[in-house]
């Protein structure tokens, strides 16, 4: 295995977004993220105090969702939110990006919107995420292909100051040709493709469909440093598995398997 446990285990923002997660559930979830050394939570606003003392010295960072899961916020604000979840302990944030506005093509809005959250958080020394929602765009929009909407996007978020450019909420359902609703998440190709697109500077974060070790090691092969997950006990109690077997080279996964 080219990667340590912590290799791994300090790329996993532990997913706490649940609509019905309630304080019992937050407290086992930070407690969960400690014991298997998360880069983070990942939370709600409304937690940030809370999660920001369960974790105190544990070492695991408290990341916060603005304008979650659509982005429709006003950018004022989000960049309150941004500002409020800041004090409370939040040096992370993942902020959604004004899909409706991208396609419109106004792209001025969109810059100006991301920039107005990364300006407030790096004020506090915080670094910002920024999702796109990759489900949303497979044809693209505003004129722009598939691929050159993403890579537009990008380039939008790299100017205007992000630390991570991200593809998914992990909530973005699409309505399948079933009549069913499920989303892809991250995907191998988009993952690349942002990667490609963005300078060093900025790192790529995955989220959604990435549920075990195999997806795990596959999307750091791909060049991203976070992943959004609900799965790390799955993920690291599979590596700790493989580990006391000698079966730490085994890899065949694949991610984007959508699903909730």
Same mark, same amino acid.
């Given at each position: 295995?080219?990667?340590?446990?912590?290799?791994?285990?300090?790329?996993?923002?532990?997913?706490?977004?649940?609509?019905?997660?309630?304080?019992?559930?937050?407290?086992?979830?930070?407690?969960?993220?400690?014991?298997?050394?998360?880069?983070?939570?990942?939370?709600?606003?409304?937690?940030?105090?809370?999660?920001?003392?369960?974790?105190?010295?544990?070492?695991?960072?408290?990341?916060?969702?603005?304008?979650?899961?659509?982005?429709?916020?006003?950018?004022?604000?989000?960049?309150?939110?941004?500002?409020? =979840?800041?004090?409370?302990?939040?040096? @992370?944030? /993942?902020?959604?990006?004004?899909? #409706?506005?991208? $396609? +419109? !093509? %106004?792209?001025?809005?969109?810059?100006?919107?991301?920039?107005?959250?990364?300006?407030?958080?790096?004020?506090?020394? =915080?670094?910002?995420?920024?999702?796109? @929602?990759? /489900?949303?765009?497979?044809?693209? #929009?505003?004129? $722009? +292909? !598939? %691929?050159?909407?993403?890579?537009?996007?990008?380039?939008?978020?790299?100017?205007?100051?992000?630390?991570?450019?991200?593809?998914?909420?992990?909530?973005?359902?699409?309505?399948?040709?079933?009549?069913?609703?499920?989303?892809?998440?991250?995907?191998?190709?988009?993952?690349?493709?942002?990667?490609?697109?963005?300078?060093?500077?900025?790192?790529?974060?995955?989220?959604?469909?990435?549920?075990?070790?195999?997806?795990?090691?596959?999307?750091?092969?791909?060049?991203?440093?976070?992943?959004?997950?609900?799965?790390?006990?799955?993920?690291?109690?599979?590596?700790?598995?493989?580990?006391?077997?000698?079966?730490?080279?085994?890899?065949?996964?694949?991610?984007?398997?959508?699903?909730?």
């Amino acid at each position: 295995m080219k990667y340590t446990y912590l290799d791994l285990a300090k790329m996993i923002d532990h997913s706490l977004l649940h609509p019905t997660m309630t304080d019992k559930d937050l407290e086992e979830g930070c407690k969960l993220a400690a014991k298997y050394q998360a880069a983070s939570v990942c939370i709600k606003p409304y937690a940030v105090k809370q999660a920001a003392e369960l974790l105190r010295g544990s070492g695991v960072f408290v990341g916060c969702v603005i304008g979650f899961p659509h982005g429709n916020s006003a950018t004022e604000s989000k960049r309150y939110e941004t500002e409020l =979840a800041c004090r409370d302990g939040a040096v @992370e944030i /993942d902020m959604v990006v004004n899909l #409706g506005k991208a $396609l +419109s !093509g %106004d792209w001025d809005y969109v810059e100006t919107d991301i920039k107005a959250v990364c300006d407030e958080a790096h004020k506090h020394g =915080a670094k910002v995420k920024v999702i796109f @929602e990759n /489900d949303f765009i497979p044809q693209g #929009g505003a004129g $722009l +292909s !598939g %691929d050159d909407f993403k890579i537009r996007l990008c380039q939008i978020c790299e100017r205007a100051g992000a630390d991570w450019v991200k593809t998914s909420t992990g909530y973005g359902f699409v309505k399948q040709a079933d009549g069913s609703y499920n989303y892809k998440g991250a995907t191998e190709y988009d993952l690349a493709l942002m990667r490609a697109n963005v300078s060093e500077k900025v790192q790529v974060k995955a989220a959604g469909g990435v549920r075990d070790l195999d997806g795990l090691i596959k999307v750091r092969d791909l060049g991203a440093s976070r992943c959004g997950a609900t799965a790390t006990a799955i993920m690291m109690d599979e590596y700790r598995r493989r580990e006391a077997s000698g079966a730490l080279d085994v890899v065949a996964g694949q991610i984007g398997a959508g699903g909730y």
